[in-house]
């Protein structure tokens, strides 16, 4: 049987191993999510690279308040 037609859309971030920075993997995973945000922010079918000065551009939002 034929499949109906499917499309989807996808935001990619990039970072680069720090070596000179130390922080292993836990820096370049922070930087690759900032990037991320940064896509998605961009809108549609984007691939950002993390950058220096891009950290300040990505707060992770508060988690959201329940009111009873």
């Known amino acids: 049987p034929d499949a109906p ?4 859309t996808v935001s ?3 970072a ?3 070596e000179d920075e130390g ?3 836990d820096v370049l995973l922070r930087r690759a999510d900032q990037a991320l945000y940064r896509a998605k ?3 549609r079918d984007r691939v950002e690279a993390w950058r220096p000065g891009s950290a ?3 707060r992770r939002a ?3 308040r329940v009111v009873p």
């Open 23 to 25: 922080g292993g993997l």
């Open 62 to 64: 508060r988690p959201a």
């Open 5 to 8: 037609p499917f499309s989807a």
């Open 16 to 18: 680069a191993y720090p």
């Open 41 to 43: 922010r961009g809108g």
């Open 12 to 14: 990619v971030g990039v």
């Open 56 to 58: 300040k551009l990505t």
